[in-house]
């Protein structure tokens, strides 16, 4: 029934350690995002997919990368995590790009940065 | 740039009364806007999503009203339930594929 699938939902890393964090999908949409979300802050988008195309915003840190291998698959990677990494990180789909979409959300995955 | 606020950050009510959630956003130029809910360490459930030719979109207690031409969609929640307590955010879509969000209102419902 779960149609955004995060993997771990929990996630500890130390201070300079990549980490990888999984997103899949049941919806075969084409979009795929990655939002970090900070504490009582409103989400903000990294990058997305349009099916293999990368599309990076032009405020995300280079210390964050992303691959999607296949339609169902995304991950985020983040190279040397600091302190201020440490927040939510939201996996979004969408069938489209166009503006009446609709985004899913998944449940999530909390990362600490010790 | 589009902003979109969302004011209060929090709100407390007792059990049964109706909750009313404002969202403003700076542009007009929107195509939809969307209401989700969070609760506290998970991630977002689309509740209503509302295009920018509808006025108001209805899901059992919830009503979603949207008046682009002053930047305002209100989200009504009636009767409400303890179940409701969570973080409210509206996002609006300006014409690309981005969302634009709100921070978040963080409803209480006492018993």
């Known amino acids: 029934d779960a149609m955004v699938i995060q993997n771990p939902r929990y996630q500890v890393t130390q201070f300079g350690k990549p980490v990888t964090l999984s997103c899949s999908q049941t919806?075969?949409?084409?979009?795929m995002y990655w939002y970090q979300q900070k504490s009582s802050q409103a989400p903000k988008l990294l990058f997305h997919?349009?099916?293999?195309?990368?599309?990076n915003e032009a405020d995300t840190p280079d210390n964050f990368q992303s691959r999607r291998p296949n339609t169902s698959f995304c991950f985020l990677d983040i190279r040397s995590p600091g302190l201020g990494d440490a927040a939510m990180y939201l996996c979004?789909?969408?069938?489209?790009?166009?503006?009446?979409?609709?985004?899913?959300f998944g449940p999530g995955t909390r990362l600490t940065v010790t | 740039k589009q902003e979109v606020t969302q004011i209060p950050a929090a709100l407390s009510v007792p059990e049964g009364e109706n909750l009313v959630l404002n969202c403003s956003f700076t542009?007009?130029?929107?195509?939809?806007l969307q209401w989700f809910r969070q609760d506290p360490g998970k991630g977002l459930t689309s509740l209503l999503l509302?295009?920018?030719?509808?006025r108001e979109q209805t899901s059992g207690r919830l009503n979603a009203s949207l008046d682009k031409s002053s930047g305002r969609s209100t989200l009504y929640i009636a009767a409400s339930q303890p179940g409701d307590s969570a973080t409210y955010l509206c996002?609006?879509?300006?014409?690309?594929?981005?969302?634009?969000f709100g921070a978040g209102t963080t409803v209480t419902v006492r018993a």
């Open positions: 509302i295009q920018s030719s509808q």
């Open positions: 919806l075969n949409h084409n979009v």
């Open positions: 996002a609006v879509r300006p014409g690309d594929y981005k969302l634009s």
């Open positions: 979004a789909t969408s069938r489209d790009r166009l503006a009446g979409g609709e985004q899913y």
């Open positions: 997919y349009y099916d293999k195309d990368f599309n």
């Open positions: 542009d007009s130029a929107i195509y939809n």
